[in-house]
């Protein structure tokens, strides 16, 4: 499979709490990306975080990589119910080609 | 919204009949690359087009095309349909124009569910 992975697959928290979530890539990238998805509708952009960076924030997201181990991990933080969708990373080694990967399934209980 | 729209929203055929996909670039984005997404699956990439050209593909058939028109606008036809192509087809557009960073961030449209019966 082209794609890469993700876990967990699915995730359940309370509103308030913290969702981790985290990808492994398989080829040396320029910058990898997280995105969201409401109910197989279309990904909407959360962040970037390019390969010569370790650590990237943006409001509630919190995003690291570690190109060593190639995986990456989106922290969000304070969840809300708003919150519940699928969330998936995409790595990028230029600016044609993404793979994304399998998803998160993560659901905010108000 | 991010200014990105497909048609049709939903989509039924047979096997062996073939599809045409429509996308609507947003305002000023000059690359458009289609994704096909399994149910419970991520994105897989099917190609992209810049200035009217194929810039890349993914690991699809030949009977999978495409085109993009001076406007930006784009189309996916898929011919000879096999019941795994059921799927939802999404189309991302970006501006290879912008800085760095914002050249790789793609605005998806909402997709076409495309059903093969």
């Known amino acids: 499979s082209q794609q890469g992975e993700e876990d967990p697959q699915a995730l359940s928290i309370q509103e308030g709490e913290n969702a981790t979530m985290n990808c492994s890539y398989k080829?040396?990238?320029?910058?990898l990306q997280w995105y969201r998805q409401n109910s197989g509708r279309g990904l909407v952009h959360l962040i970037l975080?390019?390969?010569?960076?370790r650590e990237k924030h943006s409001g509630r997201l919190r995003v690291t990589l570690d190109t060593s181990k190639k995986s990456s991990s989106l922290l969000i933080t304070a969840s809300r119910a708003a919150d519940t969708a699928s969330y998936f990373c995409?790595?990028?080694?230029?600016?044609?080609?993404?793979?994304f990967g399998t998803g998160t399934r993560l659901k905010v209980l108000a | 919204e991010t200014g990105v729209t497909q048609s049709p929203t939903h989509l039924i055929k047979t096997r062996g009949q073939q599809v045409t996909l429509r996308c609507s670039s947003q305002s000023g984005h000059n690359t458009v690359s289609w994704y096909q997404q399994a149910l419970g699956q991520g994105p897989q990439f099917i190609f992209q087009y810049y200035r009217e050209e194929e810039n890349g593909r993914g690991n699809f058939p030949p009977r999978f095309s495409g085109l993009q028109f001076p406007n930006y606008s784009s189309e996916l036809n898929v011919n000879a349909l096999e019941l795994d192509d059921s799927a939802l087809y999404l189309c991302a557009s970006s501006n290879f124009r912008q800085g760095r960073e914002a050249k790789n961030i793609q605005y998806f449209g909402a997709g076409t569910r495309l059903s093969v019966l």
């Open positions: 975080i390019r390969s010569n960076e």
């Open positions: 995409a790595s990028g080694s230029g600016t044609y080609k993404y793979i």
């Open positions: 080829t040396s990238i320029n910058n």
